[in-house]
């Protein structure tokens, strides 16, 4: 009898610690989510470098803590739309105690003014036969359905600045699709779907029309540039001639 009820009162005992340090966990995600918080309403746009550290126009430092956002696959829409609605995507981005999104894109989102401008996000999904897809975006986000593509990528851009996240826009890889292998088409410099006189110009457009955007505070010129002519001095050459432009 005697061991049964001090085995009782160990259980409750490891119950109440169980549940402390559910407390504690607790208390520390608030925190945490508080603190990214304060970050993110205490940063002053726009940002730079100062040595290795990015800063403020305060000159206070600022720490990036990003989150990958797909929109360079075939429909060239952000991926998730059809699931969630965008807002709750971004809130739930900051809830995760994210404050930056790496946004996706393919070089045919600037070059390609049909794709960019003529299609609508109901057009892109249904020629890939997408129908769910579609029925979902009008569930969830009505309001991007009928938008040409280009129009509701800056949609998704301009909701993750009203919840207080950042955006670097990141060149994924020239037309929409999956990426990426070593023998693809746009690995590198010089493939066939790779050529630096339109990636510079795409480069340049996309930069030009997000300039004033205080949210979007860099860009990723190319993603993981790869393959058997991945020379390291063509790659400093003409990052060098976009930076410059």
Not at 235 to 243: K, L, T
């Amino acid at each position: 009898y005697k061991l049964r009820f001090k085995f009782k009162i160990i259980i409750i005992k490891n119950k109440e610690t169980h549940k402390n340090k559910m407390a504690r966990s607790i208390y520390l995600c608030i925190f945490l989510l508080f603190i990214t918080w304060i970050t993110i309403l205490s940063t002053s746009f726009p940002l730079s470098t100062k040595t290795r550290w990015i800063v403020d126009e305060k000159g206070q430092r600022v720490k990036l803590a990003c989150v990958n956002w797909p929109a360079h696959l075939q429909p060239a829409v952000a991926e998730g739309l059809s699931k969630q609605p965008l807002d709750s995507i971004s809130k739930m981005i900051v809830s995760m105690g994210f404050n930056c999104v790496r946004l996706t894109w393919p070089l045919d989102l600037m070059t390609n003014d049909t794709l960019a401008l003529k299609i609508t996000v109901k057009q892109s999904f249904e020629s890939l036969n997408l129908f769910d897809d579609v029925l979902g975006i009008q569930i969830h986000n009505p309001k991007i359905l009928n938008l040409p593509i280009f129009n509701a990528f800056q949609e998704v851009v301009s909701n993750l600045g009203q919840n207080g996240l950042m955006v670097i826009l990141d060149n994924h890889l020239t037309y929409p699709g999956w990426c990426c292998s070593d023998n693809d088409l746009d690995a590198f410099f010089g493939y066939p779907n790779f050529d630096p006189v339109i990636w510079a110009k795409g480069l340049g457009k996309m930069a030009t029309l997000f300039r004033n955007v205080t949210n979007v505070i860099g860009m990723s010129l190319r993603n993981e540039p790869r393959g058997t002519r991945d020379y390291p001095d063509l790659w400093f050459r003409y990052a060098f001639q976009i930076i410059t432009k």
